[in-house]
């Protein structure tokens, strides 16, 4: 089998874990790269520019872009801006992964403001593309780079077309699909059997190989109470590959299945996904919330509320006034300037996830909450990752909703039950479930 995923998103990411704890190991394409891939995975930039991660790369940090002489960076946390003479002609968008001021991308500007071209870097700090942009604001062309800087892929967004310089000769090719099937074809795998997560690209591909195979598609998405053409297309059977559809989200199962035939249920399975937590949820009262914000909705009333809890606030700026003051509590404890080591260990040591605060997320702590296992509690308002936060587990920041959140952290402190009861929920909202079941239907797809 084969991996073939388009992008490689939060769901993708989350099928590809899977699929790894369950023993499946099998070789990973992934045909949009995004230069910040595990080093395992395959893609169409790798493979041609025959690219080498080197043991000693190192990310590109906001203050290594090239600029012009007497040009400027200026940059925080959340943001960064390349100016000359004090008007912005670039912006640096950072990755979104566990450390800060990584580069990303950067949006270059013109003189009246308008995004002219953007550079992309991978996660050992190569400029590996480079996207042109009209006066519109769209997308003409873009060019991939190797590491030594040669153009590789020439993909043509107005013509559609795409042009390959591999092993001393240039390829042409009309659309995106007669390049990636190029590509499929050049990596001689064994093409009998694709697990896919898209009906778009990835289904495309699979769908045209002119040869026998059993493919899996795990359905991510939301049908809205139609079953996809392209979906309908697959379960016919009638083709030279034999699909299956597998289906981790329990209620979407149910829409799909009460608008199929009985011929195509037959091809649909029940899925779920396995989680490797970093540690495991000791039903403590400790609290985290990760801020770059003073803005903490009643935070003072929570704490008030909660004197057997103990209250961890970290930001890695330094804190305004009016969040130092909440240092004569003595259940709050804070982490201004936050360090990555300081963080690491309060995730290992807290049991609880606060989301409480305005603006934006910061190291992806919702994420990373729930990674180690954490119960993550907050505000519906300003949910920063509702994927793996349970509806059940958000209030409202007004009126009843904040004496509802105060009540559940005191419930959850009371009595272990409580506290499992709300992990349940947010296991059944990420559709959790063991090797062993997940295995299970793994071995029935193909009987």
Known sequence: MINLFEHFDHQAQTLYTTLQLAGYKHETIVLEDNGFLPASIITPYRYFAEYQISDNAKSRYFNQIDIPRYWEIDGNNSEAMIKDMGKVRGEIRYHQGLKPRIVDRVEWIDEQGRLQYVDHYTQEGVCFAKTVYNLKGEKIFRRYLDQQGYEVIYENYVAQSIILNWQGKSHHFSDKVEFLQFFINSLQLDLNGFIINSLGMPFLLSYRLDMHGNDILFWQEQSDGNVPGNMKLMLENHHTRQYRVVVPDLQEYDVLTQQMSAAERQYVFKGGYIYDYKRQNMYQPKVVTMTNSDQLPHIEAIVEACPNATFHIGAVTEMSDKLMAMERYDNVKLFPAI???????????????????????????????????????????????????????LFSKEGQGV?????????????????????????????????????RVMSQLFK
Not at 347 to 354: E, G, T
């Open 339 to 393: 360090e990555i080591g300081t963080v690491n260990q309060l995730y290992q040591s807290c049991d609880i996830y606060l989301d409480i605060n305005e603006g934006g997320e910061i190291i992806n702590a919702v994420r990373r909450a729930f990674d180690h296992d954490l119960l993550v509690l907050g505000y519906e308002q300003n949910a920063h990752n509702k994927a793996v936060t349970a509806p059940e587990n």
């Open 403 to 439: 004496s509802e959140l105060i009540q559940a952290l005191k419930d959850i402190q009371r009595k272990p039950r409580y506290f499992k009861a709300r992990q349940t929920y947010q296991k059944a909202h990420v559709h959790e479930v063991s090797v062993k079941d997940f295995n």
